[in-house]
């Protein structure tokens, strides 16, 4: 299995990024497909998750209406779609995909920096 982030990098606040997480080794069009946040010495919160077929998705109170999490089952990736990205949005962001039998996998995580 490999989850390969990419997309992070320095923004000015209020400006966007996209990530994207392309999948391998494993049924993506079945698993449940995440985005977490961490910052150091915090633990990994949730951002955002596109439930299989992506049928639904479910946001963090503090990214909703910004952010936006869509996959492509074709191309076996998912992404986020960032705006007005604030300072507190700083983080390591990583993706996460929870199989069919209920397996979690981690990407190696991309950095997202927001500052003026």
């Known amino acids: 299995v490999q989850l390969v982030e990419s997309g992070g990098g320095l923004v000015q606040p209020g400006g966007s990024l996209r990530l994207s997480c392309a999948a391998s080794?494993?049924?993506?069009?079945?698993?449940?497909m995440s985005w977490y946040r961490q910052t150091p010495g915090q633990e990994r919160d949730l951002v955002a998750s596109?439930?299989?077929?992506?049928?639904?998705?479910n946001y963090a109170a503090g990214v909703k209406g910004r952010f936006t999490i869509s996959r492509d089952n074709a191309k076996n990736t998912v992404y986020l779609q960032m705006n007005s990205l604030e300072p507190e949005d700083t983080a390591v962001y990583y993706c996460?995909?929870?199989?069919?039998?209920?397996?979690?996998?981690w990407g190696q995580g991309t950095q997202v920096t927001v500052t003026s």
């Open positions: 080794g494993f049924t993506f069009s079945r698993a449940a």
């Open positions: 596109s439930f299989s077929a992506g049928a639904s998705t």
């Open positions: 996460d995909a929870q199989d069919e039998r209920d397996r979690d996998y």
